[in-house]
């Protein structure tokens, strides 16, 4: 069977054959369009695929910068231990040295108490006295200072008592003699005093 022969008018051919055009035209257009569409993908996944190694990149940066922050809190830790270490080594030298230095300024002052009743040169005393005043005022300038607790009551924490008396004048701890003298060493304690109270 023949196909049926359509016939057309001219203005018909026309129409078609601008609609067969405009259908070529957006074909190509079509297979542009899916070509930079495949692009896009491909750029895209490319994308993805940086973005993974970014994130994985700022991971390992903060896990780096965590550690960096614990070695430096560990450090700072470590330094200031150290300097209350040698702080307190420090102190404890320094605590050493005064006490044996106040054992000397004792020995300085018994020799000046026995050059007293004895007859020699006033020269020989008044040398030993400023050797005693310059020992003390050193001891002052590295904050040494003597306790005057004559006629205070007795605290245990910087006294010792040595000797005890009965005096019912005075009240019941007095401190009536001093028979070795304290120091502070600043505020704290370096030597407590040896004294005789009142016990009645």
């Known amino acids: 069977m023949k196909p049926e022969r359509v016939i057309l008018s001219r203005k018909e051919y026309d ?4 609609k067969a055009s405009e259908y070529e035209k ?14 896009l993908s491909e750029e895209l996944e490319k994308l993805k695929c940086e973005q993974e190694k970014n994130e ?9 910068l965590n550690s960096l922050m614990r070695l ?12 209350r ?16 230095l106040i054992q000397h300024l004792d020995d300085l002052k018994r020799a ?7 007859q020699i040169d006033d020269a020989v005393k008044k040398g030993l006295a400023m050797i005693v005043e310059n020992f003390e005022k050193l001891l002052r300038e590295y904050g040494v200072k003597p306790m005057d607790c004559e006629g205070d ?13 009965n005096n019912p004048d005075l009240p ?27 016990r009645n």
Do not use: C
């Open 172 to 198: 019941d701890g007095t401190i009536v003699q001093e028979l070795e003298k304290g120091y502070y060493l600043n505020k704290e304690i370096l030597r407590p005093s040896r004294v005789k109270i009142v």
């Open 15 to 18: 129409s078609l054959w601008k």
């Open 153 to 165: 009551l007795f605290d245990p924490h910087e006294h010792e008592a040595i000797l005890i008396e």
């Open 26 to 39: 957006l074909t190509k257009e079509l297979e542009k369009l899916n070509m930079e569409n495949k692009k």
């Open 85 to 100: 270490n040698q702080e307190r080594e420090k102190t404890k030298f320094i605590v050493d040295i005064m006490r044996k």
């Open 56 to 64: 994985e990149i700022v991971k390992k940066t903060e896990s780096y």
């Open 112 to 118: 000046q108490n026995m050059l007293i009743g004895l």
């Open 72 to 83: 430096q809190a560990d450090f700072e830790n470590y330094r200031k231990s150290l300097e």
